[in-house]
């Protein structure tokens, strides 16, 4: 299983927040903007604190809060923004908080005039070619990434790291060119440095092997990549639950239920994006001749994800066979 994330995004969460409570400051500001609406510097101030409350209430499992607090902080980035251009880590900054709020499409908008502003600066092209990627705009992402990657090898080849590869290759796997994602992923596989961590490393394994799994494709090194990504970060639902999926493609049954049964231990049973798990499990149910449980966990994975066909379609052939 793979899962698509706003890369920098995540990466910002795993920085140390600091320990201070925000709000004070906050309030201070706010009453400070009614009195000063045209001031640019307490709209930015506004939105650096709604970020660090943001990034705190994430910390603490306060999802609602954080949620609304990464939308706090967009938004005064976007009032300060209309009032004179931003730097380009602002930018970057706010349209990734805007793609995991889901909002792609603004933050595809947002990016491209910012651009006009900063046309050389590369960091903010990578960031529009994840963001038309988000947006599923992949015939614009590839360009984009494409176009990147010939100025950056003059320019900046610092930035065409495993990073930059490994959003390309996501993007072109997205966007159903799986042999030129394969060679992305491949090289970004190459680039990663050997003192980095484990789940940077795991997750560019796990996707490469279970594209291939789900095209069937190169059955016998996708399952190398699967395990190399379980070896090196063991316990990880979407990784376990790949691992499943090339037993049950490889026939190994057995192996296929023991994974898949670990993985939905390790899984949100009430995370839509999971259904895929369960209906991976009542396959391999079915394929072992287990019909009540090959039921029961597509009524789990139908329940997470009524509109997908694919699995109601799946669990009607089910009921139906004797």
């Given at each position: 299983?793979?899962?698509?994330?706003?890369c920098?995004?995540?990466?910002?969460?795993?920085?140390?927040?600091?320990?201070?409570?925000?709000q004070?400051?906050?309030e201070?500001?706010?009453?400070?903007?009614?009195?000063?609406?045209?001031?640019r510097?307490?709209?930015?101030?506004?939105?650096?604190?709604?970020?660090?409350?943001?990034?705190?209430?994430?910390?603490?499992?306060?999802?609602?809060?954080?949620?609304?607090?990464?939308?706090?902080?967009?938004?005064?980035?976007?009032?300060?923004?209309?009032?004179?251009?931003?730097?380009?880590?602002?930018?970057?900054?706010?349209?990734?908080?805007?793609?995991?709020?889901g909002?792609?499409?603004?933050?595809?908008?947002?990016?491209?005039?910012?651009?006009?502003?900063?046309?050389?600066?590369?960091p903010?092209?990578?960031?529009?070619?994840?963001?038309?990627?988000?947006?599923r705009?992949?015939?614009?992402?590839?360009?984009?990434?494409?176009?990147?990657?010939?100025?950056?090898?003059?320019?900046?080849?610092?930035?065409?790291?495993?990073?930059?590869?490994?959003?390309?290759?996501?993007?072109?796997?997205?966007?159903g060119?799986?042999?030129?994602?394969?060679?992305?992923?491949?090289?970004?596989?190459?680039?990663?440095?050997?003192?980095s961590?484990?789940?940077?490393v795991?997750?560019?394994?796990?996707?490469?092997?279970?594209?291939?799994?789900?095209?069937?494709?190169?059955?016998?090194?996708?399952?190398?990549?699967?395990?190399?990504?379980?070896?090196?970060?063991?316990?990880?639902?979407?990784?376990?639950d790949?691992?499943?999926?090339?037993y049950?493609?490889t026939?190994?049954?057995?192996?296929?239920?023991?994974?898949?049964?670990?993985?939905t231990?390790?899984?949100?049973?009430?995370?839509p994006e999971?259904?895929?798990?369960?209906?991976?499990?009542?396959?391999?149910?079915?394929?072992?001749?287990?019909?009540?449980?090959?039921?029961?966990?597509?009524?789990?994975?139908?329940?997470?994800?009524p509109k997908?066909?694919?699995?109601?379609?799946?669990?009607?052939?089910?009921?139906?066979?004797?």
């Amino acid at each position: 299983m793979k899962r698509i994330v706003v890369c920098l995004f995540l990466a910002a969460l795993t920085g140390l927040v600091q320990s201070q409570d925000e709000q004070p400051a906050i309030e201070s500001l706010l009453r400070q903007e009614q009195e000063s609406p045209d001031r640019r510097e307490i709209k930015k101030d506004l939105a650096k604190l709604y970020y660090e409350k943001a990034r705190r209430d994430d910390a603490e499992n306060r999802r609602a809060e954080a949620k609304e607090s990464y939308r706090n902080s967009a938004e005064y980035d976007r009032k300060a923004f209309a009032l004179a251009p931003g730097e380009p880590g602002e930018y970057i900054r706010t349209a990734e908080i805007l793609q995991y709020l889901g909002q792609t499409s603004a933050a595809v908008e947002m990016l491209t005039t910012a651009r006009t502003v900063h046309p050389t600066d590369i960091p903010m092209r990578i960031a529009l070619a994840e963001a038309f990627s988000a947006a599923r705009e992949f015939g614009k992402a590839l360009a984009e990434f494409k176009a990147t990657e010939e100025e950056a090898k003059s320019t900046r080849p610092d930035l065409l790291d495993d990073s930059f590869y490994f959003s390309f290759g996501a993007a072109a796997e997205r966007a159903g060119k799986f042999d030129l994602a394969g060679t992305y992923f491949k090289l970004a596989i190459d680039l990663i440095p050997a003192d980095s961590d484990s789940i940077r490393v795991a997750r560019a394994h796990n996707y490469l092997g279970y594209m291939w799994l789900e095209q069937g494709m190169n059955l016998p090194e996708a399952g190398e990549h699967i395990l190399k990504a379980n070896e090196l970060l063991p316990d990880e639902g979407a990784f376990v639950d790949s691992l499943g999926w090339y037993y049950f493609l490889t026939k190994d049954y057995d192996k296929a239920l023991t994974q898949l049964k670990h993985a939905t231990a390790l899984m949100d049973q009430t995370d839509p994006e999971n259904a895929v798990v369960l209906d991976h499990l009542a396959q391999i149910h079915f394929a072992l001749g287990h019909r009540e449980e090959a039921i029961q966990e597509l009524r789990k994975a139908v329940a997470l994800a009524p509109k997908d066909a694919t699995l109601s379609n799946r669990l009607r052939d089910y009921e139906s066979q004797k």
